[in-house]
């Protein structure tokens, strides 16, 4: 019994290590299991299929701020992606922003830019600048494809190493699980959705892209501090359900803070 642990650990190393890339935004290595274009064509069925089980708002004063917030954002990234010469990292991105009726304190944001914000979350927004906080956050964590890195993991785990074609073809459920997991989508205990330093980096990265939105990426230490409290409460569904300390986040953003308004944020 040991020596087969030790041959599946060891098999595990070395998948793990061929299948490593380098992300072009983040400049980080990463496990990558699963292939941008396989992330993306199952984020389309499962977001339909979120969408079309879950109620959708549309039309309301909340709804219209929803979707203008998101689509300053996305704007603000094509034009970064673009001045950077990375605009092929956002082929197949086809982005869609949707409100949910839901009382969690949380938002995501699936592989091509699928994104959802829960109502829930917005008496902690209070404002625009607070809600991009939020939804920059959330896109950062798909563009640096930390979901992605998290479901590669969560398919070593389960033995199926050998990628997510493969993984759908043979155990469709557990590999749509893992994916649902991997993005926040549901509370599942395959695994937590994000580590602290994927946190710390989707922090990094949406406080940048928000600034470049033209919202004041001083917000975020405000929204950070209500969204504290609030989880505070009781609340467990929320998008702090792995959350690095308050203490390390807010020192985190105020390391940041004075460049990313200095470098990138532009009153619009």
């Known amino acids: 019994m040991k020596k087969i642990i030790q041959t599946v650990s060891l098999f ?19 496990l990558s299991l699963v292939p941008e274009s396989e992330a993306q064509s199952l984020a389309i069925s499962q977001y339909k299929s979120f969408l079309n089980t879950n109620k959708v708002v549309n039309g ?30 956002l082929e197949g991105y086809t982005w869609d922003i949707n409100l949910v009726n ?52 969560g398919l070593l785990q389960q033995g199926l190493g050998a990628g997510m074609s493969i993984a759908l073809s043979n155990k469709p459920q557990l590999t ?13 205990t ?29 917000e975020a230490l405000s929204f950070w501090k209500r969204m504290s409290a609030a989880a505070g409460g009781g609340n467990t569904n929320s998008i702090l359900s792995t959350h690095p300390s308050d203490v390390e986040r807010m020192a985190a953003l ?7 308004i200095q470098n990138y944020y532009k009153k619009s």
């Not at 070395?14 to 290595?29: E, L, M, Y």
């Open 12 to 30: 595990a190393i070395i998948i793990a290590s061929v299948a490593c890339q380098r992300n072009a935004i983040t400049g980080r290595k990463q």
């Open 60 to 89: 309301t004063a909340e709804a219209v701020m929803v979707k203008r917030v998101g689509e300053r954002i996305v704007s603000a990234i094509k034009k970064y992606y673009q001045q950077k010469g990375l605009s092929n990292e």
């Open 102 to 153: 839901d009382k969690q304190m949380n938002a995501w944001c699936m592989p091509g830019g699928k994104i959802v914000v829960y109502t829930g979350i917005l008496p902690i927004t209070q404002n625009e600048a607070g809600l991009a906080v939020v939804m920059g956050h959330e896109i950062a964590h798909a563009l640096a494809r930390h979901g992605s890195e998290r479901m590669s993991q």
């Open 176 to 188: 749509q699980d893992i994916f649902n997991a991997s993005y926040g989508i549901a509370s599942g």
């Open 190 to 218: 395959i695994m937590p959705a994000f580590s602290r330093s994927n946190e710390l980096e989707a922090d990094r990265f949406g406080l940048m892209f928000s600034a470049l939105a033209g919202f004041d990426p001083r």
């Open 254 to 260: 105020e390391k940041i803070m004075a460049s990313t």
